[in-house]
Nanobody
């Protein structure tokens, strides 16, 4: 059974950094994607970033481009989202999700983690 567990959220001041982790287990697909999504208070869910395998192609939304970096440690089955220069508008619950590349890129992924809260405030 596929499982995703996020960690690394917390409270940070504007301009600060956090690194989120998404550890996944239970699947052995050859072609898949891992994505980071977020939902802020009163906002719709936003696709923030993703990485697809085996190519390793990545995507970033315009709102985070240049500040966030997605990466993977294959030995640990973990995908990271390094977030720099955080802004109050980055405050949200961040979720990682997994599915085939098409679903991660433009669809509704089937597999989700429980979410981790990120709060950017002084």
């Amino acid at each position: 059974q596929l499982q995703l567990v996020e960690s690394g959220g917390g409270l940070v001041q504007p301009g600060g950094s956090l690194r989120l982790s998404c550890t996944y287990s239970g699947f052995t697909w050859d072609y898949y994607g891992i994505g980071w999504f977020r939902q802020g208070p009163g906002k719709e869910r936003e696709r923030v970033s993703y990485i697809v395998f085996p190519d390793g192609n990545t995507y970033y939304s315009e709102s985070v481009k240049g500040r966030f970096t997605i990466s993977r440690d294959s030995a640990k089955n973990t995908v990271y989202l390094k977030m720099n220069s955080l802004k109050p508008e980055d405050t949200a619950v961040y979720y990682c999700a997994a599915d085939g590349p098409g679903m991660i890129i433009a669809g509704e992924p089937h597999y989700w983690g429980q979410g981790t809260q990120v709060t950017v405030s002084s």
